[in-house]
């Protein structure tokens, strides 16, 4: 993570993607909710807003405020729980590198998405704003595992590609 965070600290990661979900900022925002983080034993924030418009405020842990970040791949690899909206990108980077995660659905993102993503994901790891604070003491953890098998699923492959936009014209998909 460069130098927002020191080696050793226990850091949050709270990620919304490229889009806003100020409710979520908010939520990780509230001191109860920062009391809780240092009661087991979080010493750091990183908040990535993407396009949202609510700055943290409270600052009862050491607090890192990001818009986009470019190398997001080594932040969740140093933090030691990810906190976020319900993106694939997020959600194969923690599994991939075995994170401890708490999604949150945005219910203002645009698209079907999300709904898809919740058909395919454990719902151990999907929780409401109005209950994030009481999993921060049980977060599920991604495994390479499902990873690993969840890739050769051709019904997921195809859910990605669609997610990211890419060209699946020359797969064999079967056209629902």
């Known amino acids: 993570m460069g130098n927002s965070v020191p080696q050793g600290s226990k850091t949050v990661l709270v990620t919304v993607g490229t889009s806003k979900f100020n409710s979520l ?3 990780v925002d509230e001191e109860d909710f920062q009391r809780e983080l240092q009661s087991l ?3 750091h924030v990183v908040y990535q807003l993407g396009t949202g418009t609510f ?3 409270t600052a009862l842990l050491h607090v890192v405020v990001e818009r986009y970040i470019d190398d997001f791949c080594s932040y ?3 933090s030691d729980l990810i906190i ?9 980077e923690v599994f991939k590198h075995e994170k401890q995660a708490i999604f949150v659905p945005n219910p203002d993102a645009k698209g079907r998405h999300q709904n ?9 790891f999907v929780t409401t704003l109005d209950s994030l604070k009481g999993r921060l003491r049980n977060p599920a953890r991604g495994t390479g595992e499902f ?6 699923r051709l019904e997921f492959n195809y859910l990605v590609y669609d997610l990211v936009n890419l060209d699946t ?8």
């Open 84 to 92: 976020s909206h319900l993106g694939a990108g997020n959600l194969l």
């Open 76 to 78: 969740v690899k140093e």
């Open 25 to 27: 900022v908010r939520k």
């Open 116 to 124: 898809e993503l919740l058909s395919v994901l454990d719902p151990r």
């Open 55 to 57: 700055l943290p405020k």
């Open 41 to 43: 034993g979080y010493t």
């Open 169 to 176: 014209s020359a797969g064999t998909r079967k056209s629902t």
């Open 147 to 152: 990873y690993r098998k969840l890739l050769p």
